[in-house]
């Protein structure tokens, strides 16, 4: 992949923004952590500073949740096209002023983990280039290497409770989605209590599943919450199956554009009726 040329211009351009005033700060990624490999997500405001910025194949995290940090200056975000769909999905549900935002977007060609296999998401990935940017950077190379994730087929219930299984109700999936930024997540509201002192399969049944339902139509497939995930749960064929049902459905995916409302803020007498099982009720 063509890393190298693609971190020479993006630090090229984020010096020439920051200098003419086109941003006040830059939301990229910066120094790989010494214990997971993966690459930093950094601010810099300073044009000098541009040459921490870093473009490699461990920029996993998705940097949609770093934006909120900076205020009352333009950000600009380098942004993979899933962290693209992110801003883009931010701005037409009302979190984030597109003025208030440059958007870097970087021809990408899928990230990998610390054995160097490209991460599940990456691998099922449509978007390689972003749907909605101020800039562009190209130059990516398809070099698409081993595949991270176990991958199981199917949506059976011993699927889901294998998965449930493995969880530890960490909530670091939550955290590391775009998607979910409620001030109070409804896991954390006291009554009814969803979570009881010893995490149960219960517990993390109702977690899942209604994050599931609060992300429908709304995941940018970017895979932060699989790739956080310490106890390699994966369940974002669960919220995958949601997405993909919607688009087939209601023809939408989340974060293609910066104005059209998401297929569960809107209706039309056309709309299909297709119940839990997929099958027209009429
Ligand atoms: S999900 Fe797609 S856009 Fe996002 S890092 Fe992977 S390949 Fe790139
Ligand atoms: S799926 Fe993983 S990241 Fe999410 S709560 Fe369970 S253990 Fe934590
Ligand atoms: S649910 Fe997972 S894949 Fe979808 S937007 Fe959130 S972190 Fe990304």
């Given at each position: 992949?063509?890393?190298?040329?693609?971190?020479?211009?993006?630090?090229?351009?984020?010096?020439?923004?920051?200098?003419?005033?086109?941003?006040?700060?830059?939301?990229?990624?910066?120094?790989?952590?010494?214990?997971?490999?993966?690459?930093?997500?950094?601010?810099?405001?300073?044009?000098?500073?541009?040459?921490?910025?870093?473009?490699?194949?461990?920029?996993?995290?998705?940097?949609?949740?770093?934006?909120?940090?900076?205020?009352?200056?333009?950000?600009?975000?380098?942004?993979?096209?899933?962290?693209?769909?992110?801003?883009?999905?931010?701005?037409?549900?009302?979190?984030?002023?597109?003025?208030?935002?440059?958007?870097?977007?970087?021809?990408?060609?899928?990230?990998?983990?610390?054995?160097?296999?490209?991460?599940?998401?990456?691998?099922?990935?449509?978007?390689?280039?972003?749907?909605?940017?101020?800039?562009?950077?190209?130059?990516?190379?398809?070099?698409?290497?081993?595949?991270?994730?176990?991958?199981?087929?199917?949506?059976?219930a011993?699927?889901f409770r294998?998965e449930m299984d493995?969880c530890i109700l960490?909530?670091?999936?939550?955290?590391?989605?775009?998607?979910?930024?409620?001030?109070?997540?409804f896991m954390?509201?006291?009554?009814p209590n969803w979570q009881p002192s010893k995490p149960d399969t219960g517990a993390k049944m109702i977690y899942h599943l209604g994050r599931a339902?609060?992300?429908?139509?709304?995941?940018?497939?970017?895979?932060?919450?699989?790739?956080?995930?310490?106890?390699?749960?994966?369940?974002?064929?669960?919220?995958?199956?949601?997405?993909?049902?919607?688009?087939?459905?209601?023809?939408?995916?989340?974060?293609?554009?910066?104005?059209?409302?998401?297929?569960?803020?809107?209706?039309?007498?056309?709309?299909?009726?297709?119940?839990?099982?997929?099958?027209?009720?009429?």
């Amino acid at each position: 992949m063509n890393f190298e040329y693609q971190e020479k211009s993006l630090r090229e351009l984020c010096e020439s923004l920051l200098r003419d005033g086109t941003a006040g700060a830059v939301v990229g990624f910066g120094e790989r952590s010494s214990v997971s490999g993966v690459a930093m997500p950094i601010i810099v405001k300073k044009p000098e500073d541009s040459g921490r910025l870093s473009w490699n194949s461990r920029c996993v995290p998705s940097l949609a949740r770093y934006i909120a940090d900076v205020k009352g200056v333009v950000a600009a975000l380098v942004a993979k096209p899933c962290d693209a769909r992110a801003a883009a999905a931010l701005i037409v549900e009302r979190q984030l002023d597109r003025k208030n935002i440059y958007i870097i977007g970087m021809e990408c060609a899928g990230m990998t983990d610390s054995d160097g296999l490209t991460l599940a998401a990456c691998a099922e990935c449509s978007s390689r280039r972003a749907p909605v940017f101020d800039s562009e950077i190209r130059g990516a190379r398809e070099v698409l290497s081993g595949y991270a994730a176990a991958s199981a087929e199917g949506n059976s219930a011993d699927r889901f409770r294998a998965e449930m299984d493995k969880c530890i109700l960490c909530f670091s999936c939550r955290q590391a989605c775009y998607g979910c930024y409620c001030e109070t997540c409804f896991m954390d509201r006291g009554t009814p209590n969803w979570q009881p002192s010893k995490p149960d399969t219960g517990a993390k049944m109702i977690y899942h599943l209604g994050r599931a339902m609060h992300l429908a139509g709304r995941c940018v497939e970017c895979g932060a919450c699989e790739n956080v995930c310490a106890s390699g749960v994966n369940v974002r064929y669960l919220i995958k199956s949601v997405t993909d049902f919607i688009d087939a459905e209601y023809g939408y995916r989340a974060g293609m554009d910066t104005e059209t409302l998401p297929a569960l803020q809107t209706y039309s007498q056309d709309d299909g009726e297709p119940g839990f099982w997929g099958k027209d009720n009429e």
